[in-house]
């Protein structure tokens, strides 16, 4: 399973993209998160959120393909483009490394 993955759909015109990314939280002690951008194609993701903490990269994997499998159920189309909100992502894994670093306590989602 990749640690990044891009998925689209056409909308009432318009293209709604979803990009996913598996990092490495701060502190190399095995601990993963998975972190997700939604949007319309060519604007600001309109949403920007992290799950876990995962116990290890597989675990993290495991979800994204769970997540995969349910989106091509609702017509959503893996996508081989580069990820457009990459900083947007990279932005949300600082904020959560920071709670991570500060807490040293599980976070189940954010949202920004």
Known sequence: ?????????????MEIRIEFVVRPLVGDQ??????????TSGAQPSSVRAQGPFHGAREAEAILAEIATNLAGLDYVECSEMLIWRLHLQ??????????????????????
């Open 30 to 39: 095995g601990v993963w998160a998975l972190l997700c951008a939604a949007g």
């Open 1 to 13: 399973m990749p640690r990044s993955l891009c998925f689209t759909r056409r909308c009432l015109g």
């Open 91 to 112: 932005a949300e894994l600082r904020r959560v490394n920071e709670a991570w670093r500060h807490r040293r306590g599980g976070f189940l989602s954010t949202e920004h």
